[in-house]
């Protein structure tokens, strides 16, 4: 189906940027807007969606190296309390 919407320009610029900053298009973002809409009784998402989604959303995240096993021991984590 396709359902064409009539947007002032700044809203539409708005919306742009939102989706460049997921880095999917302006039609794939409002497309899961949308979507995200839908009442929880919908057909849900199949994990192959689900997996896409996930992808795009996290394409611009920062790329940061993993902790050291020494950052997220126990000892390291509750040393401060004694």
């Known amino acids: 189906m396709t359902v ?8 539409e610029a708005g919306l742009a ?4 900053a997921q880095g999917v298009s302006l039609q ?3 497309r899961h807007v949308l979507e995200g809409q ?4 919908a057909k849900p ?3 192959a969606q689900r997996a896409s989604l996930w992808r795009h959303g996290a394409t611009n995240l920062p790329r940061t190296p993993p902790l050291s096993d020494q950052a997220i ?3 390291s984590i509750y040393e401060a309390r004694g």
């Open 45 to 47: 998402l199949t994990p």
């Open 38 to 41: 839908l009442p929880s009784g």
């Open 73 to 75: 021991s126990r000892d």
């Open 28 to 30: 794939d973002y409002l």
């Open 17 to 20: 940027a939102l989706a460049a």
């Open 4 to 11: 064409t919407v009539e947007l002032p320009p700044e809203v």
